[in-house]
C-alpha cells in the first residue's frame, strides 16, 4: 500500500500536464502508465505525422521549385529509412524531454496497467523491471485523475492487419510508402494522411460519409480544401459509403457507394481507415468506485467548470470526455491544468472549448477557431460575415496555393464570433483569431493594429478592416 496526493492513471498529453502541474503546486503525485509516456500524440499521433508531413512540404517544394519559378530541380527518390530514422529521432527527444521533466518535477512514474479498486483506491499490475515486486495498491489523498486516451475505431467487416489495412495508429508504421492508398474518413486524421501520401506519389482515394470533407468546419473552409486537394490530384468522394473490401495479395479492393448511388470499386496497395477514435477505458473497472461510461464509452464529468465525474474526486481528462471537449493534444494540456488546480486548490477558469484552436496539417492547411456561419445561424445571431482571398495579398499570390480568411462576426459591428483560415502555414497564423475570439473583440478592435506587410497575415488584418468600414485592398 502506498499514498499520494493525486494518482494519475495514463501518460498522454492530459495526464503528463496534470502530473506535472500539480507536482509544480506541491502536490505528491503518482503516473502510472503502461505503455510509453508521452501517449498517442507523442508516439502515434500528432509529432511523428507532423515531422512526416514536414517531409512531404519539402517535397512539394521540389516540385513547386520546378514548375513554378523556373528552378531545375529533380526528386530522384525517397529514401524511407532515412525519413522514419529523422522522425523517430525527433520522438525520441521529445519523448525523453518529457521523461526528464517528469523527474525533474519529482512525479513517481509507474509502469503497469491500473484499474479502480474503489473512489480512492488503484491496484496497478506492474511491468517491465518493477514486475518482479507484483501488484501495488495506491491510495490518492485528494483525487484520481483518468486519462487514458483513445484508440482508432474501424467499420465492420475491415480487420486491421497493419500492413494491406492500417489504422491512423499504425499508418505511419506500415513498410514502405504504396503506390496507392484508399483513405475512409474525411475528418482531420484522413485529410492528413491523404495529403502525405499524395506529396509522397501515391494515388489517393479520399472517401467521406458525411456531404464534405473536415464536416465540423465552416462549409467554406470544406469547399476550399475540397479544390485543393483536387487540384493535388486527390481523388474526393463525399457523401460515399463504404460497402466492404477484400484483401488481395498485392494490395485492397474495396467497393464504395458514391453520391450518385453508383457502385465503385477501387483498388488500392494500402487501406487506411481514418473513422474516428475510441475511448479506452477497458481494464479500469470504472464500476468499483461507482462510475459509468455513457453510451459511446465517455466517462461524462458532472461538473465541466472542474472536470469532476459523479464521484467526488475522480477527474477525467482528454479523449475520455465527450464533446464539447475536442480530442486535440492542446486541449487535453489545458485540461490537465485545470484539473491539477483544482485538486490543488487555487482558482482556475474552466476550459472554454469555442476558443481552442482547430488545426488540420494538410496541403492546404485549415485552422479555425470559434463558430462556423451556419453555427453561429443556428444559434440565433445575426451576423456580418467577410471572406478574404489570400490570394488578394501580395503574399498569398507568392505562395500560389489560393485559400481564405473568412470572418463570423455579430451584425453590426459585434463582437467576432468565428475565424477560418485555409492556406499555407495558417496553423502559424490561427494563434492571432483565438484570441480575437476569446477576448471577445469586435471588428473595429482588430482593425486598430497594423499587420506586417507582406505576409499572409495582412489577409486577416484586410478582412477585418473592411468588417469595420475601412476596407483598403478588398474590393
Same mark, same amino acid.
Given at each position: ?156 467487416? &475491415? !480487420?486491421?492487419? *497493419? %500492413?494491406?489495412? #492500417? /489504422?491512423?495508429?499504425?499508418? $505511419?508504421? =506500415?513498410? +514502405? @510508402? ?93 487501406? &487506411? !481507415?481514418?473513422? *474516428? %477514435?475510441?475511448? #479506452? /477505458?477497458?481494464?479500469?473497472? $470504472?464500476? =468499483?468506485? +461507482? @462510475? ?184
Amino acid at each position: 500500500m502506498d499514498t499520494a496526493d493525486v494518482i494519475v492513471i495514463g501518460g498522454g498529453t492530459g495526464g503528463y500536464s496534470t502530473a506535472l502541474r500539480a507536482a509544480a503546486l506541491g502536490l505528491d503525485v503518482v503516473l502510472v502508465e503502461r505503455d510509453k509516456i508521452g501517449g498517442t500524440c507523442l508516439h502515434r499521433g500528432c509529432i511523428p505525422s507532423k515531422a512526416m508531413l514536414h517531409a512531404a512540404e519539402l517535397v512539394d517544394g521540389i516540385a513547386e521549385a520546378r514548375d513554378r519559378w523556373g528552378v531545375k530541380a529533380t526528386l530522384d527518390s525517397v529514401d524511407w529509412s532515412a525519413l522514419v530514422a529523422t522522425r523517430d529521432d525527433i520522438v525520441t527527444r521529445n519523448h525523453r524531454g518529457v521523461e526528464a521533466h517528469l523527474a525533474h518535477a519529482r512525479v513517481r512514474v509507474v509502469r503497469g496497467s491500473a484499474r479502480l479498486t474503489g473512489p480512492r483506491t488503484v491496484q496497478v499490475e506492474l511491468s517491465g523491471p518493477e514486475r518482479a515486486s507484483g501488484a501495488s495498491r495506491f491510495v490518492a489523498r485528494r483525487g484520481i485523475v483518468l486519462a487514458t486516451g483513445s484508440r482508432p475505431r474501424t467499420l465492420p467487416g &475491415l !480487420v486491421p492487419d *497493419g %500492413r494491406r489495412v #492500417v /489504422t491512423s495508429d499504425d499508418a $505511419l508504421f =506500415a513498410p +514502405g @510508402l504504396p503506390a496507392s492508398v484508399l483513405v475512409l474518413g474525411g475528418g482531420a486524421i484522413g485529410v492528413e494522411y491523404a495529403s502525405f501520401h499524395r506529396s509522397m506519389g501515391a494515388e489517393v482515394t479520399l472517401v467521406e460519409a458525411a456531404d464534405r470533407i473536415v464536416p465540423l468546419e465552416d462549409a467554406d473552409v470544406s469547399r476550399h480544401l475540397t479544390r485543393g486537394l483536387k487540384k493535388r490530384g486527390v481523388d474526393v468522394r463525399a457523401s460515399a459509403r463504404f460497402l466492404d473490401s477484400e484483401v488481395l495479395e498485392d494490395g485492397v479492393r474495396a467497393r464504395v457507394r458514391t453520391a450518385r448511388g453508383e457502385t465503385l470499386t477501387v483498388e488500392a496497395e494500402r487501406l &487506411l !481507415v481514418a473513422v *474516428g %477514435r475510441a475511448p #479506452v /477505458t477497458d481494464g479500469l473497472d $470504472l464500476g =468499483a468506485a +461507482g @462510475l459509468t461510461t455513457d453510451a459511446r464509452g465517455f466517462v461524462v464529468p458532472r461538473d465541466w467548470a472542474r472536470l469532476e465525474t459523479e464521484v467526488p474526486g475522480i477527474h477525467v481528462v482528454g479523449d475520455l470526455l465527450p464533446p464539447p471537449s475536442l480530442g486535440l493534444a492542446h486541449a487535453s494540456f489545458a485540461e490537465g491544468l485545470l484539473v491539477a488546480e483544482t485538486l490543488a486548490g487555487p482558482p482556475s477558469a474552466p476550459v472554454d472549448y469555442a476558443t481552442v484552436p482547430r488545426v488540420t496539417y494538410s496541403s492546404p492547411q485549415t485552422a479555425a477557431v470559434g463558430l462556423s456561419e451556419a453555427e453561429a445561424r443556428t444559434r440565433g445571431h445575426e451576423v456580418d460575415v467577410n471572406t478574404m482571398p489570400l490570394t488578394a495579398v501580395a503574399k498569398g499570390m507568392v505562395h500560389g496555393q489560393g485559400g481564405m480568411v473568412k470572418v463570423v462576426a455579430e451584425a453590426g459591428g459585434g463582437r467576432v464570433l468565428g475565424v477560418h483560415l485555409v492556406g499555407p502555414h495558417v496553423s502559424e497564423m490561427v494563434a492571432e483569431s483565438q484570441l480575437i475570439v476569446g477576448w471577445d473583440a469586435e471588428p473595429a478592435d482588430v482593425a486598430r493594429h497594423v499587420h506586417p506587410h507582406p505576409t499572409l497575415s495582412e489577409a486577416v488584418g484586410e478582412a477585418f478592416l473592411t468588417l469595420a468600414g475601412r476596407g483598403l485592398h478588398q474590393q
